[in-house]
C-alpha cells in the first residue's frame, strides 16, 4: 500500500503510474475522503476544545443558572462530538478498503504492456550473475 502523503503531493503522477498498470484506481475518490478525514477531524478537536474551555469555565462559575446553561451546551457538544466521529468512522472505512485496492507504484525498469491474450505481464530485470 502506498503512502497516502503521495497521493496528497503527487495525485496526478499516482494517477499516470496506476495507468501503466492497467488497473482501475479511484485517486480522486482516495484524494477527497483524505480531505474529508482530515476535515472531521478538525472540526471534532475544535469541538472538544470548546467543551474543554465550557468545562473550566463551569468549575470557576458562581451563578447556577450560567453553570445549568454552560452544562446544557456540553451536552450539545458531546452529541456533535458523537456524530462526528460516526461520520470519521465511516470515512475512514472507505479509505482503509480504497487505499487496499491501490498497488504499489511500478518500478522504472518495469516493461509496460499486455500480451496477446490482453494479459498484463510486468517483468523485473535481473542482472546476469557471471561465475
Known sequence: MIDIKL???QREFVKKEMEKLFIPVQIDEIYELDEAKRRLLYDAECLRNNRK????????????????????EVKRINGLIKLQEDE????????????????????????VGRDENGKCYYFLFQREEKI
Open 53 to 72: 474551555t465550557l468545562s473550566k469555565e463551569i468549575a470557576s462559575e458562581k451563578d447556577e443558572d450560567t453553570i445549568s446553561a454552560k452544562k446544557n
Open 88 to 111: 470519521l468512522n465511516a470515512v475512514e472505512e472507505r479509505l482503509h478498503l480504497l487505499m487496499l485496492s491501490v498497488p504499489n507504484l511500478p518500478g522504472s525498469d518495469v516493461p
Open 7 to 9: 497521493i496528497r503531493e
